[in-house]
Nanobody, 118 residues
């Protein structure tokens, strides 16, 4: 089995920055897409961004374009989410997930809390 472990969350003031990490273990993810999702209390889980492991193609939800950047370090089996110009509405538990080429989001981390104060 593969495992995904998020880290890097914390408390930050509005306008500040955080970088989240998603570390994969147990398997190489060369054929996978790795994504970031977030969930606030009382809200449904929301897609944020993703990246293809091998080619580095990226996609972002409109609400974070220009503020967040997703990247990967294949040698470290780690995907990063650089979050700049943070807003209180970005407050949520952030999860990373893995998806095969023709599959669904099969692998999930346990999440890391991001809190943005106003």
């Amino acid at each position: 089995q593969v495992q995904l472990v998020e880290s890097g969350g914390g408390l930050v003031q509005a306008g500040g920055s955080l970088r989240l990490s998603c570390a994969a273990s147990g398997r190489r993810f060369s054929s996978y897409t790795i994504g970031w999702f977030r969930q606030a209390p009382g809200k449904e889980r929301e897609f944020v961004a993703d990246i293809t492991w091998s080619g580095g193609s990226t996609y972002y939800v409109d609400s974070v374009k220009g503020r967040f950047t997703i990247s990967r370090d294949n040698a470290k089996n780690t995907v990063y989410l650089q979050m700049n110009s943070l807003k209180p509405e970005d407050t949520a538990v952030y999860h990373c997930a893995g998806k095969p080429q023709r599959g669904s989001w099969d692998y999930w981390g346990q999440g890391t809390q991001v809190t943005v104060s106003s």
